[in-house]
């Protein structure tokens, strides 16, 4: 049950595109195309903006999109906003009803 | 409108125990597996416990054998009743429904610390 790895942290200014990296294993991303992205503002609670790698929930801008590759999931967010600034998680099915997390990457938009 | 609200943090010495609740409403609790989720103070989410519709219970490794998970139908509620309980533990606490691709909806958490 190790968990996922994503960067600390990434930056970027208003208006440009960032990616967030999310890597795991053949026992978790690479098994099943379940992987979600959670947005957090601190002390608040965790929002799914990204399920079944690529598919938004209804409300959530189209400027956060998801793709995978092998056992490395992507978050990306384009358009940056000052609200977009925020901690990010995303998290894998890793079979008999568990679920891991990645990290958590710290997104600072300048 | 799917609503979690957790119940039951608090200050508790290492060795002692917690149970936690999670009142829910705005959806069907009986047929939902429901999760815990807990966050360490400036840490990752880490994933705790589950619970099925039918009541089929898992654990992380790391809680396994201290904690138990149980579900409370009548009352659409999730427990998590936390035993042996040492400083690793201190965290947010958060319960999740999930459906079948993940968790989908949190409640804002309950903060356990475990300090002497």
């Known amino acids: 049950q190790s968990a996922l790895t994503q960067p600390a942290s990434v930056s970027g200014s208003p208006g440009q595109s960032i990616t967030i990296s999310c890597t795991g294993s053949d026992s978790d991303i690479g098994s099943f195309n379940l992987v979600s992205w959670y947005q957090q503002h601190p002390g608040k609670a965790p929002k799914v903006i990204i399920f079944e790698v690529r598919r938004r929930p209804s409300g959530v801008s189209n400027r956060f999109s998801g793709s995978m590759s092998g056992n490395t999931a992507s978050l990306t967010i384009s358009g940056l906003q000052p609200e977009d600034e925020a901690n990010y998680f995303c998290c894998s099915y890793a079979g008999t009803y568990m679920w891991v997390f990645g990290g958590g990457t710290t997104l600072t938009v300048l | 409108e799917v609503q979690l609200v957790e119940f039951g943090g608090g200050l508790v010495k290492p060795g002692g125990s917690l149970r936690l609740s999670c009142a829910t409403s705005g959806f069907t609790f009986s047929i939902s597996t429901m999760n815990w989720v807990r966050q360490a103070p400036g840490k990752g989410l880490e994933w705790v416990s589950a619970?099925?519709?039918?009541?089929?219970?898992y654990y992380a490794d790391s809680v396994k054998g201290r904690f138990t998970i149980s579900r409370d139908n009548a009352n659409n509620s999730v427990l998590l009743q936390m035993n042996r309980l040492s400083a690793e533990d201190t965290a947010v606490y958060y319960c999740?429904?999930?459906?079948?691709?993940?968790?989908?909806?949190w409640g804002q958490g309950t903060l356990v610390t475990v300090s002497s």
């Open positions: 619970i099925t519709r039918s009541g089929d219970m």
């Open positions: 999740a429904r999930s459906l079948s691709w993940g968790p989908d909806s």
